[in-house]
């Protein structure tokens, strides 16, 4: 059964940091572009970050650019995302996705055309 698990959410104060995971099962996460996405409450989901199944490039929302980190660890069969500077409007829930079809140009997308899909993690960034 493929699987992805996110983890690593919680509360934190602005200007904290958190480390989400997302973690594969079931098959092998270094054939797949890997993305991350949120959904705040009474928003639409939006593409945060993503990595391609090589790691050799990613791409990140204008709203999370400097502060936001996507790395992988193929032998893991992980995908990080460093979270860094907080901010309120950062709350919602995490999803990570994997696909492999998900590159143009050689640049992962930030559209949700992923074909699996972690249940999320929720972040919440208040004082």
């Known amino acids: 059964q493929l699987q992805l698990v996110e983890s690593g959410g919680g509360l934190v104060n602005p200007g904290g940091s958190l480390r989400l995971s997302c973690a594969a099962s079931?098959?092998?996460?270094?054939?797949?572009?890997i993305g991350w996405f949120r959904q705040a409450p009474g928003k639409e989901r939006e593409g945060v970050s993503c990595?391609?199944?090589?790691?050799?490039?990613?791409n990140y929302a204008d709203s999370v650019k400097g502060r936001f980190t996507v790395v992988r660890d193929n032998a893991k069969n992980t995908v990080y995302l460093h979270m860094d500077s907080l901010k309120p409007e950062d709350t919602g829930v995490y999803y990570c996705?994997?696909?492999?079809?998900?590159?143009?140009?050689?640049?992962?997308?930030?559209?949700?055309?992923?074909?699996?899909w972690g249940q999320g993690t929720q972040v919440t960034v208040s004082s």
């Open positions: 996705a994997a696909g492999d079809r998900v590159t143009v140009q050689g640049m992962c997308v930030l559209t949700p055309s992923y074909d699996y």
């Open positions: 079931g098959f092998a996460l270094d054939h797949y572009g």
């Open positions: 990595i391609s199944s090589s790691g050799s490039s990613t």
